[in-house]
């Protein structure tokens, strides 16, 4: 869908000319009035509505054509011209200032078969308004239906993820192939930026969900690449604990005081284990150490 541009402006009657009119009709009417002779106020008619349909005002932005017998004489604009009545014939005003045009690609096929629905904004401006009254008929109409036709070329060679995250570069890829079309008309593409790409809501959902297994797929394998150093590090340890058999007597010491070491925690640990880390005579040496020797009576 194509959202056309604003109209080209026509160059109405001016202010100037009417009060230039005004001030005819009554010089003519005064001068029949005092001489008390009609061709005064029909001179003065006359003269009023030449100047009312020959006396033309541009805006500043405005280009206008000017046709002669139907033949091209030249730009007016901007400011104060004068024309021909009659024989002169005005084209619409081209605006020269930079325009936008709206255009949306709906159900375009991606490269991957993918329907979406695209919405871009087309820069342009009027270079050479002679061009553009000359060589096209209507350049409003013919700019959005070749942005249309070239955004939907530009959707077929590009996959949906290259669309949704190179979206400056199919901009740029568009400005170039409009400026290439709409040069000999007289009109440049400065920029075309993709507003918004849509897909349908079921693909989307889809996507969701491949993106959520994706990111859980990943975090299982981080967590199994954890548990494997894991298990090489235990492996490592096994070895060392080993070839020597106090570091392992003391790592068991030291797992069992930290098990016990918070205030009014217990315990209770299996006479084999105290004898397999040798806990045994160390336990009896502090509870000897600790008794008191009797007194004598």
Not at 78 to 95: C, E, K, N
């Amino acid at each position: 869908m194509f959202v056309r541009p604003p109209r080209m402006s026509t160059v109405q009657v001016s202010g100037i000319a009417a009060a230039t009119a005004v001030a005819s009709f009554a010089a003519g009417f005064g001068l029949s009035a005092l001489t008390g002779k009609p061709f005064f106020l029909v001179a003065g008619a006359v003269v009023g509505a030449w100047f009312l349909f020959s006396i033309k005002v541009a805006d500043q932005w405005d280009k206008v054509a000017v046709l002669r017998l139907g033949r091209y004489v030249g730009l007016r604009g901007p400011g104060l011209f004068f024309v021909f009545p009659i024989i002169d014939q005005l084209s619409r005003a081209v605006d020269q200032r930079v325009r936008t045009s709206s255009v949306t690609a709906e159900s375009t096929l991606t490269r991957d078969t993918v329907p979406v629905n695209v919405d871009a904004v087309v820069f342009w401006l009027v270079w050479n308004a002679e061009k553009s009254i000359l060589e096209v008929q209507d350049f409003d109409e013919a700019i959005g239906l070749s942005a249309q036709t070239a955004l939907r070329e530009s959707i077929g060679r590009h996959e949906l993820a290259q669309m949704i995250t190179e979206r400056e570069s199919l901009g740029h890829e568009l400005q170039r192939i409009l400026d290439e079309k709409t040069n000999p008309w007289g009109i440049t593409v400065q920029s075309v930026e993709i507003r918004d790409v849509r897909i349908p809501q079921a693909l989307e959902d889809a996507m969701s969900r491949q993106a959520q297994a994706e990111r859980e797929r990943q975090a299982r394998n981080i967590l199994g690449q954890a548990e494997t150093e894991i298990a090489d590090k235990f492996s490592q340890a096994a070895e060392l604990y080993q070839n020597n058999p106090t570091a392992l007597h003391l790592r068991a010491m030291n797992m069992l005081y930290e098990a016990i070491k918070e205030r009014g925690s217990m315990v209770i640990v299996p006479s084999s284990a105290v004898e397999t880390m040798g806990l045994g005579g160390s336990l009896a040496t502090a509870s000897l150490a600790g008794a008191k020797p009797p007194q004598s009576t």
